[in-house]
């Protein structure tokens, strides 16, 4: 079988180059010039050697240019990649440094409203965690970023639970001036009034361009909401202002001890020895340090909103008009000055000078300021 395949091909190639004469003449004279079929067949072999060659040299070029062009184009796109990667680094970064520095804001406002208005955290509150300062930032890396994140979460919590507990408090501090008769809106409008302020500006903000971000203005209020009905509380008479075992005579009707007629008894009477001390029963000013009829030597203070409390019958002052005193600071000595029978404290709380029962004061202010502290 393949002898006779080679042996076709043999003939067709025989037939394709067959033995041929070329005839040339030249100057009279005739020559021959014989080409075999062997002769052709090398001659075409060399001929198809060299085409082959070229085409090869050919497709060997335009492969090289094909690829040399193919990795300059991604080349030039790794480039593209790299440099938009640069780009988006960089803008992580800034926005890395952005999100630190504003959580340094946050903080510095927590800290400030902490230290004037709290003092020290209820035991369920806790203080987040300082933020990282651009130095200690390793690299712009997602998990810094979500170390962040977590910060910045922890400082909104913080924020909310404190403004929950400055509500609570300031709560408790306007339910007790009503359980006392007394409205707390004017504390309120006096906590907000612009008389007599001023100081040097220190801006509070949580952001580069000077804002303050929501909440924390609604912590900022309800911790000033909270400090005024707490010291509208702290001026309400709340301190015994005489340490003695009993009181000789109630707010009220009574017999008067001279002559034994009907009367108004507008305080509270607290008997004791001769100098003992007398105290103030509220933060205020003292108002008047002199004497009074029917009181002999006195003292009243001022404790804001229309509130005053009196110190009648006397035996020596301690403090003067316009001093401004706290709760239990020793003012005055008992003595029996002006209409008195003996050696006592007359006590009287007015508003608007209105007396009131001091009992309810002095009992109910003093119990509930405890428990909202």
Request: hydrophobic share 40%.
């Amino acid at each position: 079988m393949k002898s006779t395949s080679a042996g076709a091909l043999a003939k067709r190639l025989k037939a394709a180059f067959p033995d041929r004469e070329l005839i040339v003449r030249s100057q009279g004279q005739v020559r021959f010039i014989r080409f075999s079929s062997g002769m052709q067949k090398a001659a075409s072999g060399v001929a198809v050697s060299l085409v082959g060659a070229w085409c090869v040299s050919m497709g060997a070029m335009a492969l090289s240019q094909f690829s040399a062009s193919t990795e300059q184009a991604a080349l030039a796109t790794r480039e593209a990649k790299v440099a938009d990667a640069a780009s988006k680094v960089a803008k992580y970064r800034d926005n890395l440094d952005g999100t630190v520095a504003d959580l340094a804001r946050r903080q510095q406002f927590i800290e400030k409203m902490i230290d004037a208005h709290i003092g020290e955290l209820p035991e369920e509150t806790e203080t987040p965690a300082a933020p990282p300062t651009p130095a200690s930032k390793l690299s712009a890396a997602l998990p810094e970023a979500s170390k962040l994140q977590q910060i910045k979460s922890s400082q909104l919590a913080l924020v909310d639970r404190l403004t929950r507990y400055a509500d609570h408090r300031a709560t408790l501090a306007s339910d007790t001036i009503r359980k006392l008769g007394l409205n707390p809106a004017p504390m309120m409008a006096r906590a907000r009034s612009k008389v007599a302020e001023g100081g040097p500006l220190e801006r509070l903000a949580t952001g580069a361009d000077g804002s303050l971000d929501p909440r924390f203005r609604r912590l900022g209020l309800s911790l000033a909401r909270m400090d005024a009905l707490e010291n509208g509380l702290a001026s309400i008479p709340q301190v015994q202002p005489a340490h003695v075992a009993y009181v000789s005579s109630s707010y009220g009707y009574r017999s008067d001890p001279f002559n034994g007629s009907a009367a108004f008894h507008a305080g509270l009477d607290f008997p004791g020895p001769m100098g003992s001390p007398i105290y103030a029963a509220a933060k205020g000013k003292v108002s008047f340090v002199g004497q009074r009829q029917g009181y002999g030597n006195c003292i009243e203070i001022s404790h804001g909103n229309g509130l005053m409390t009196r110190y009648g019958h006397l035996s020596a002052f301690g403090v003067r008009v316009g001093q401004d005193v706290d709760g239990g600071t020793r003012i005055a000595a008992m003595g029996s000055t002006g209409r008195s029978t003996g050696p006592h404290l007359h006590f009287e709380v007015r508003v608007n000078n209105r007396p009131m029962n001091p009992r309810p004061f002095l009992e109910a202010a003093r119990n509930v300021q405890q428990e909202a502290r």
